[in-house]
């Protein structure tokens, strides 16, 4: 489910990138039970940094076309400031992706698993 919500002033402080230039943010929830691995996710990820959020994009950086593969997104995750993908239940960081394999899961971990 998606919300439009105002940020708190710890939220735009805590994380500046989720707000829009208007001040809000737009909030998806996730439930366990239809969405085991995203739950997961994000329990490990406020387990590790304290903050039970993560950013969705479309992955539509200016000047670039918007990503219509797989192999697209990976090819964009490199340099892009990104810290991970999450990608077909494999989680990419840009340390992973080899130069030249068109962003293959050399290197990628599964997200469920933790490995």
């Given at each position: 489910?998606?919300?439009?919500?105002?940020?708190?002033?710890?939220?735009?402080?805590?994380?500046?990138?989720?707000?829009?230039?208007?001040?809000?943010?737009?909030?998806?929830t996730?439930?366990?039970?239809?969405?085991?691995?995203?739950?997961?996710?994000?329990?490990?990820?406020a387990?590790?940094?304290?903050i039970?959020?993560?950013?969705?994009?479309?992955?539509?950086?200016?000047?670039?076309?918007?990503?219509?593969?797989?192999?697209?997104a990976l090819d964009?995750?490199?340099?892009?400031?990104?810290?991970?993908?999450?990608?077909?239940?494999?989680w990419?960081?840009?340390?992973?992706?080899?130069?030249g394999?068109?962003?293959r899961?050399?290197g990628?971990?599964?997200?469920w698993?933790?490995?």
């Amino acid at each position: 489910m998606s919300f439009a919500v105002p940020g708190t002033r710890r939220g735009r402080c805590d994380l500046p990138e989720v707000f829009h230039r208007n001040g809000l943010a737009r909030v998806q929830t996730v439930d366990a039970v239809r969405n085991p691995l995203l739950a997961a996710i994000l329990t490990l990820t406020a387990a590790r940094t304290g903050i039970p959020v993560l950013i969705n994009t479309s992955l539509n950086i200016k000047g670039k076309p918007i990503c219509g593969t797989a192999d697209m997104a990976l090819d964009r995750l490199t340099g892009s400031g990104l810290d991970g993908l999450l990608l077909d239940d494999h989680w990419h960081t840009e340390r992973t992706q080899e130069p030249g394999c068109g962003g293959r899961r050399r290197g990628s971990r599964s997200a469920w698993s933790g490995e």
